[in-house]
């Protein structure tokens, strides 16, 4: 079956325009979560989306990102008034059972570049 | 407040050596451990993983280490191969909570 599928893969935009970026999860899975990785660091964790509980947004960087989720489809994550900082490769990932244990599978990412 | 730390950045093995990453965690009520490996465009795969309640888990030629009184895994590859280099991602996971991410090492296994 399809693996998690994000788009655009590649996105280059100006400094204060607002861009969207969607992920696909595997169908079926519960549980999304979004990633941001900056060049030369770690899986930067933003958001969780958990069933039907309300999503974790404790990573959220600033008011300027947000996400939203339809039932247990397909993700969103808007960036708006991007900056130069928010240049990075953003990752989607789904497990199929959230709050348990069980493998994440990610997404290609989409690499993000502000200019 | 980083939960999970990998303090090495970087690591570079002979080809037929052992690899050994590792990885360190301050909350001891992680339910499982897990490492993701990452190629460069491409996003992170999953490895293996280990229990909490367990000390070692071996999958062929990769094998988890889990102390938990030192609060520490980590993960060897023998014999390493040039195929291993990548990024390898340590991740900590609590029930009902979320998986939390160290910042990588990058290994490179010379030929």
């Known amino acids: 079956g399809a693996g998690v599928s994000q788009s655009p893969s590649n996105k280059v935009t100006e400094k204060g325009k607002d861009v969207e970026l969607r992920c696909d999860p595997i169908?079926?899975?519960?549980?999304l979560y979004w990633y941001r990785q900056r060049l030369g660091q770690g899986l930067e964790f933003l958001i969780y989306?958990?069933?039907?509980?309300?999503?974790?947004k404790s990573g959220l960087p600033s008011d300027r990102f947000s996400a939203e989720r339809t039932g247990e489809s397909v993700s969103t994550l808007t960036i708006q008034r991007t900056q130069q900082e928010d240049s990075a490769v953003y990752l989607c990932?789904?497990?199929?059972?959230?709050?348990?244990?069980?493998?994440?599978?990610f997404g290609p990412g989409t690499r993000l570049t502000v200019l | 407040d980083q939960q999970v730390k990998q303090n090495s950045p970087s690591l570079s093995v002979q080809e037929g050596r052992i690899s050994i990453l590792n990885c360190d965690y301050t909350?001891?009520?992680?339910?499982?451990f897990l490492w993701y490996k990452k190629y460069p465009a491409e996003g992170p795969t999953f490895l293996i993983s280990?229990?909490?309640?367990?000390d070692k888990n071996e999958d062929g030629r990769f094998t988890v280490f889990l102390n938990k009184s030192a609060k520490h895994l980590s993960l060897h590859i023998v014999p390493s191969q040039p195929g291993d280099s990548a990024v390898y991602f340590c991740?900590?996971?609590?029930?009902?909570?979320?998986?939390?991410f160290g910042t990588g090492t990058r290994l490179k296994v010379l030929a």
């Open positions: 909350n001891s009520m992680f339910d499982y």
């Open positions: 991740a900590a996971f609590r029930r009902t909570y979320k998986y939390i």
């Open positions: 990932a789904s497990s199929l059972i959230a709050g348990e244990y069980n493998e994440q599978f």
């Open positions: 989306f958990q069933g039907n509980s309300a999503p974790d």
């Open positions: 280990i229990s909490s309640i367990k």
């Open positions: 169908s079926g899975h519960t549980a």
